[in-house]
């Protein structure tokens, strides 16, 4: 029986020390799986951080171009690259700045932990972002108000607005410019405004080189309330401006040149839309000012084809 039980033991701590050996053979390719599970799966995290630096910094540097103001593009990058990137070991950006597109390139390096097993420390990790931008193709206004081409001449001279002055624009009269009549601001029988997209929604949907109808109320169009425009009190919105018109009436069409940029600031008509007491008596007007400005919805698309009337829309393409 002692015999028996001595053989058990040895053979026990035999299989002990192949166990041991089996086990350091093993562990090489053990660490070489978690570099593989934990280390990848860190370097993609890093990525994705880093991708939406780059996004940031190449909408940032777009949004800045479109208006005309590139300013200091690698600082403006570089602080967006900081700001959702963070690690003060990240590369400075790189920029390739084109008419209507930047692209900015993000690295940093991202040590591994279980990979030095294998004899990788660490891997470079980047990310690439473009935009792209131009002025808008069309899209959906969240007003359906057009302006003339004579009107928005008239206030900014032909050239890209630059100023804050406020005007006040008669429907279907005249405006401080002097911009009146079928050749300029409205079609016989209309009053500047088009039909919606719906009998329960404000908003019209248009493009450059088309024609769109014209709504015969002196009101506001149908499916607009006041809530709607008192939304927009203090907000840009991009409008459509045109540049023809046929018909009359309820068969009234005003063809689209391209898009503008204004702030309402003010508007006054009849009954329930007396919003802030632009104008009075028996007129109906809006106000507000011509700008620069760029879209950041995704409620119009961009076309290098289109005028440039200070109307802009930035996309990351990239």
């Known amino acids: 029986m002692q015999r028996l039980t001595a053989l058990f033991r040895g053979r026990l701590a035999d299989e002990r ?43 940032a540097v777009a949004q800045d171009c479109a208006r005309g103001t590139c300013g200091d593009m690698q600082a403006t990058a570089q602080a967006l690259v900081t700001a959702n990137a963070g690690g003060a ?20 390096p991202k040590e591994h932990w279980f990979a030095p097993v294998i004899g990788h420390d660490s891997s470079l990790v980047s990310a690439t972002a ?15 108000l057009v302006f ?47 039909n919606t997209d719906g009998a329960s929604t404000c908003q019209a949907t248009h493009r450059v080189g088309g024609w769109f109808g ?3 109320g002196n009101n506001p169009s149908k499916g607009c309330d006041p809530g709607d425009l008192d939304a927009l009190l203090g907000r840009t919105v991009l ?30 008509f009849a ?17 507000g000012y011509f700008t620069q400005f760029v879209e950041p919805s995704d409620a119009f698309f961009y076309d290098s084809t289109a005028p440039s009337m200070g109307a ?5 393409i990239r």
């Open 17 to 59: 020390g192949a166990a041991a050996v089996i086990f350091a053979l093993l562990l090489v390719p053990v660490l070489g799986f978690a570099a593989i599970a934990v280390d990848i799966g860190s370097l993609y995290a890093e990525r994705a951080r880093l991708q939406v630096a780059a996004d940031a910094a190449a909408l």
């Open 89 to 108: 070991d990240a590369a400075p950006p790189v920029l390739t700045h084109n008419p209507t597109s930047v692209t900015v390139t993000g690295s940093t």
């Open 130 to 144: 473009t935009v792209a931008w131009g002025a808008p193709g069309g899209g959906t206004a969240a007003l359906p």
């Open 148 to 194: 003339s081409w004579c009107e928005w001449s008239a206030q900014t001279g032909g050239a890209l607005p630059s100023t804050t002055t406020e005007r006040t624009i008669y429907l279907p009269k005249t405006s401080e410019t002097g911009c009146t009549g079928p050749s300029h601001n409205f079609l016989s029988g209309g009053f500047g405004w088009l």
């Open 214 to 216: 014209s709504e015969t």
């Open 239 to 268: 409008l459509p401006v045109f540049d023809q018109t046929r018909g009359g009436g309820s068969g009234g069409e005003y063809h689209v040149f391209g898009y503008v940029a204004f702030k309402l600031t003010g508007y006054y």
């Open 271 to 287: 009954g329930q839309y007396k919003g802030t007491k632009a104008c009075g008596g028996s007129d109906r007007c809006i106000r």
């Open 312 to 316: 802009f829309i930035c996309r990351l």
